[in-house]
């Protein structure tokens, strides 16, 4: 099979799609990334040798400003430029995991006849999803309550392409009772970076261990954080987590402190209850959707950011961590939730559309 995937700008939206890859290329398939030059999928995708095509595509903004218009004129062109490449590239399957950087190369492919498949990581789905869903081949999801978002479209739950590294290493998580993660997505959280600290400098969390990843840009930041609060001796903070690292993390954790986007389907994948703090301005609200139903499960604890003080954070963390039961109770929740098969599943799916 000749497979083109695309989905970015942001990690979200790559690692699953770059999973598929990997999969395909394990198969013995000819695979390509195609996506955007301003998202991360460029230099992800050559990390995993996978040959890269990318076009000017960008966030569609509001037709009534300036910028609106010059968004729209480079989806234009950056549909052309897919469509082109696509015709040349003559694929079996299209694979999409969404974003502004899959839509040219969607919109290029059901133009060419060649079919498609979406899958959609988020409760709400995005719109270049939403706008290709009824003419793709199948239209995977996460979540269970993706079918009350898009009752026009018909979904078919298959979970999440995990990197395989961290699905092998299941078995090998062994909770420390004293250490939380904190993870802000695949940039960081400014908001967490600040937060987060701040609750462990308070007097009920003083005997638990924090690891933060907060992102390259907030780095310095947060580390100055941590030193003025005099909690450097407890609190490690990572620029990135490495996959190893991450695995590591993940393995040791008893709870996770982080925003609800890419990382639940990781999470749930280990059995982590958590703290969530959605980040408020995300599109269609997704995360806080996202978050909901892991609370309905009992996995989670919700935060609003507008509530999330340090106190707040500090009280959600204390209330996991001095309750075992509800601790294993979250845990078998999770791995109910979780659907292991979701690369196989998929990969089937592109395979049947040659």
Not at 101 to 118: E, F, H, K, N
Request: overall charge neutral; hydrophobic content about 40%.
């Amino acid at each position: 099979m000749k497979l083109i995937v695309t989905g970015g700008g942001t990690g979200g939206h790559i690692y699953p799609a770059l999973e598929i890859a990997k999969h395909a290329r394990a198969h013995g398939d000819e695979v390509s990334y195609f996506g955007s030059v301003r998202g991360q999928e460029g230099k992800a995708s050559e990390r995993e040798n996978f040959p890269f095509q990318g076009f000017p595509s960008q966030p569609l903004y509001s037709l009534r400003s300036l910028r609106g218009l010059k968004s729209a004129m480079a989806l234009l062109k950056a549909r052309g430029l897919a469509r082109a490449a696509l015709k040349l590239a003559n694929p079996d399957a299209v694979f999409s995991t969404g974003g502004y950087s899959a839509g040219p190369v969607v919109s290029g492919a059901r133009s060419l006849g060649i079919p498609y498949l979406i899958h959609e990581a988020n409760s709400v789905p995005g719109r270049s999803n939403l706008i290709f869903a009824k003419e793709a081949r199948a239209f995977t999801t996460l979540f269970k309550s993706t079918e009350r978002f898009a009752p026009e479209v018909r979904c078919q739950r298959v979970g999440q392409p995990v990197r395989s590294e961290l699905r092998s290493a299941v078995g090998k998580r062994s909770p420390e009772p004293d250490l939380v993660l904190c993870i802000g997505g695949s940039q960081g959280s400014e908001f967490l970076n600040g937060c987060v600290p701040r609750a462990f400098a308070g007097s009920q969390l003083l005997a638990v261990r924090l690891l933060i990843a907060s992102g390259p840009k907030n780095f310095e930041t947060t580390q100055k954080v941590v030193t003025g609060l005099g909690i450097g001796d407890r609190v490690t903070v990572w620029p990135y987590l490495e996959t190893d690292e991450m695995l590591d993390a993940y393995c040791r954790a008893t709870v996770v402190i982080g925003r609800s986007g890419g990382t639940l389907a990781e999470l749930a994948m280990f059995g982590i209850p958590s703290v969530l703090v959605p980040l408020p301005t995300s599109a269609g609200d997704h995360q806080l959707h996202n978050a909901e139903e892991f609370v309905d499960m009992n996995a989670s604890i919700l935060l609003n950011q507008a509530d999330a003080t340090p106190s707040a954070v500090s009280d959600a963390v204390a209330g996991w961590l001095g309750d075992a039961g509800r601790l294993e109770s979250a845990q078998i929740a999770l791995h109910a939730w979780d659907l292991p098969d979701a690369t196989e599943t998929i990969y089937g799916l592109l395979s049947r559309t040659k």
